[in-house]
Nanobody
Framework: QVQLVESGGGSVQAGGSLGLSCAAS????????MAWFRETPGKQREFIAA?????????DFADSVKDRFAISIDSAKNTVYLQMNNLKPEDTARYYCAVDRNAWICSIVARYYNFWGQGTQVTVSS
């Protein structure tokens, strides 16, 4: 099985930056997607960004973050990164990474992902 561990969360003031990482415990598959979602109480899981392991597809971003966040992947390390810049209070959430094993293309729908990390909390203060 694949275990995912997120790191890099914390507290930051509005306008600041944080970098998140998510490392898979072992080989995933030849082709896969790694993605970031976030959750807050009372709101459904929200897609943030996704990237494919082959590096040939343009990463996907939610409109709310596309001008501020960047996603990258290191397939050799089975690790995905999320660089979050110009953070806003509304970005406060628990951030989860996810893997869609054997994916040819990346989905923005949470239920298509096979493996999930435990999440890391991001808190942005005014």
């Amino acid at each position: 099985q694949v275990q995912l561990v997120e790191s890099g969360g914390g507290s930051v003031q509005a306008g600041g930056s944080l970098g998140l990482s998510c490392a898979a415990s072992n080989y995933i598959s030849d082709l896969y997607c790694m993605a970031w979602f976030r959750e807050t109480p009372g709101k459904q899981r929200e897609f943030i960004a996704a990237i494919h392991s082959d590096g040939t597809q343009r990463p996907d971003f939610a409109d709310s973050v596309k001008d501020r966040f960047a996603i990258s992947i290191d397939s050799a390390k089975n690790t995905v990164y999320l660089q979050m810049n110009n953070l806003k209070p509304e970005d406060t959430a628990r951030y989860y990474c996810a893997v869609d094993r054997n994916a040819w293309i990346c989905s923005i729908v949470a239920r298509y992902y096979n493996f999930w990390g435990q999440g890391t909390q991001v808190t942005v203060s005014s």
